[in-house]
């Protein structure tokens, strides 16, 4: 009977390691991906089951993701000085995209005499603009009565 339990508690430890995640987690890429390009709605379905799954498992063991994820603690996986970088190029680059939206959706409604049919989309650029702006806003404020 101990010979038995030895056994699925080995099982359930393949499950519950970062290497079986990853890879499921691949799986599931694969399979939405595989589904899109198919047009195949059963293999999406699988998909969103797995993900369910996979997602119980992630909440079971929710306390424990930083040693299933970083086995070797002896790795510095991220820095300040990392992190700083990472805030600079976000900020650059949402400011890039919020101002190209903003530009190619006053091109586009200027253009609206010459190509009436595409002036829905200069009006939904500006919108997407407007909305990452109110998000952008939205999270700085939580955040600075947060920290």
């Not at 079971?60 to 996986?77: M, P």
């Not at 890039?96 to 595409?118: D, Q």
């Amino acid at each position: 009977m101990d010979q038995k339990s030895g056994i699925v508690l080995k099982i359930l430890s393949i499950f519950e390691s970062g290497l079986f995640l990853k890879i499921l987690s691949v799986f599931i890429t694969g399979l939405w991906i595989a589904g899109l390009i198919l047009g195949n709605i059963y293999i999406i379905i699988l998909a969103i089951i797995l993900l369910i799954a996979l997602s119980i498992v992630l909440y079971i063991h929710r306390d424990n993701l930083k040693e299933i994820f970083q086995t070797d603690s002896s790795v510095i996986v991220e820095d300040e000085r990392t992190q700083l970088i990472n805030e600079k190029a976000a900020t650059m680059t949402f400011g890039i995209f919020v101002a190209v939206l903003i530009y190619a959706g006053i091109i586009i409604i200027a253009l609206r005499n010459n190509y009436p049919h595409l002036l829905q989309i200069g009006y939904t650029l500006l919108a997407a603009a407007v909305f990452c702006f109110v998000l952008y806003f939205a999270s700085r404020l939580y955040y600075t009565k947060k920290y």
